[in-house]
């Protein structure tokens, strides 16, 4: 028992105590939050660092020039149609000052065709907007062609925006929820199982195939069983996995709380949030309405089950990257092995994104129930709530699963971490394991 709480402290301090993990735990977050923000950024700088594009409108029905209106990115200028006979003269007559020419032609009503001429292919941004601008004024030009008094304002008054909102029933009452903070939650957990149960098992790997290839394994194996070095590599491993979590957990609480204090949003628990509490998020800004929807979740039992998952598929899938890593001599060799299971992990990961649009579904409950692919799909269904016997099944079968996996990859370890010069073949596993 000693030799493996040596080799777990080991394999733990080794990790943690370097500027990669470090980097990983304190700079990854902040390296997320900024590949989110650069779209926006660089939208806006394209926005404010472009010219005004000049634009001129030949509309030759005389009635919908005055729709498009300029702005920062395009000054439209209405030409009567009469006075151009030939698109392209005008557009060579003004020697540069055009960058485009939107002619509305007079059969547009009945067409609903526009053309924009230019010596290159317009931008998106441009068809968009002419697009969407004379969309909406020829067809109020053709309802009140109709003849029929205040048909306009008679459909103003009957177009209705549906929103539509999620109460749930609690023994504290009725509480609104949020499925787009569910959904997103369940994508996040689902996708931060996937790649941290993929990293670290990867890691393991590595490492197995290091310490074998610098003969380091025959000496260690001669001072304890192959089994507490493939343990103690797992389970040291999985705790700078914990351990990262933690820290990252402790962050976001952190973070949150701030953001809380700063719009003025309790942090009181979610179970004591009701449903007219949150009826005045509409009032009080998109932020802040956001942040009272994602305040609804019940982290607790999210987060514990989501802890129980990654511990289960963690020693499934990181005792199979051991008992594999030790089969082989070269890290090169070891795709031949690696790729099935990888392959298992996307899957898993697909199926998860798949089944966010019916959580209950039968495909969403098989594949939260099997072993391989439960705990990267049950992440997407623990934010809208699952039986508690499913869960139970799930969690059972997983950890079931797992420790059946730890004593074949253990099988697999002992022969392997002292194989050399042959390749291994999936025969030779088979034989290993018998």
């Known amino acids: 028992m000693n030799k493996l709480r040596l080799i777990i402290a080991r394999e733990y301090m080794s990790i943690v105590g370097r500027k990669s993990f470090i980097f990983m735990t ?103 907007t002419v697009r969407s601008a004379l969309t909406d004024t020829i067809e109020n030009a ?121 719009l003025g949003i309790s942090s009181m628990p979610t179970d004591a949030i009701s449903a007219e509490q949150m009826a005045s998020a509409a009032d009080m800004g998109a932020i802040e309405s956001i942040m009272r929807q994602t305040l609804s979740i019940n982290y607790g039992p999210i987060i514990l089950n989501f802890v129980l998952y990654f511990i289960g598929g963690y020693l499934l899938y990181s005792s199979l990257f051991a008992g594999l890593g030790s089969a082989v001599d070269q890290a090169s060799d070891s795709s031949q092995f690696t790729t099935p299971v990888i392959l298992i992990m996307i899957i898993a990961l697909y199926a998860g994104i798949a089944c966010m649009d019916n959580p209950s579904g039968p495909m969403a409950v098989w594949c939260s129930i099997i072993p391989f692919t439960s705990p990267v799909v049950m992440m997407v269904r623990l ?20 420790l059946a996996i730890v004593w074949i990859a253990a099988r697999i370890y002992r022969r392997g971490i002292l194989h050399y010069g042959q390749k291994t073949s999936f025969g030779t596993l088979f034989k290993w394991i018998k």
């Not at 950024?41 to 000049?54: E, M, P, R, V």
């Not at 939650?185 to 941290?196: A, D, E, Q, V, W």
């Not at 194996?221 to 820290?247: D, E, N, Y």
């Open 26 to 128: 304190i700079g990854l977050p902040l390296l997320f939050i900024l590949v989110a923000a650069v779209p926006a950024i660089l939208a806006y700088f394209n926005d404010k660092g472009s010219d005004t594009q000049q634009i001129a409108v030949i509309d030759e029905t005389g009635r919908y020039a005055a729709a498009l209106h300029s702005d920062d990115m395009y000054n439209f200028v209405a030409v009567r149609g009469d006075t151009v006979t030939n698109a392209r003269e005008f557009y060579d007559k003004a020697g540069g000052g055009l960058d485009a020419i939107v002619i509305i032609p007079r059969n547009v009503d009945s067409t609903g065709v526009v053309n924009i001429f230019s010596e290159g292919t317009i931008t998106p941004a441009l068809a968009s």
């Open 383 to 402: 934010p809208f709530g699952v039986p508690t016997w499913q869960l139970l099944l799930s969690i059972g079968l997983l950890f079931a699963t797992a």
């Open 142 to 262: 053709h309802l009140a062609d109709m003849g029929i008094p205040n048909l306009q304002e008679m459909i103003d008054k009957a177009h209705v925006d549906v929103d539509v909102r999620s109460i749930k029933w609690s023994e504290q009452g009725e509480q609104e929820s949020s499925t787009d903070a569910a959904m997103g939650l369940g994508l996040l957990l689902s996708f931060i199982t996937y790649m941290f149960v993929l990293m670290y098992g990867a890691m393991i790997m590595t490492s197995v195939i290091e310490e074998k290839t610098n003969r380091i394994v025959e000496v260690v194996v001669s001072s304890c069983r192959p089994f507490q070095l493939m343990l103690g590599k797992i389970i040291g491993v999985g705790l700078v996995g914990l351990t990262q979590m933690a820290i990252w957990i402790a962050l976001l609480a952190i973070v949150g709380t701030i953001a809380g204090s700063v």
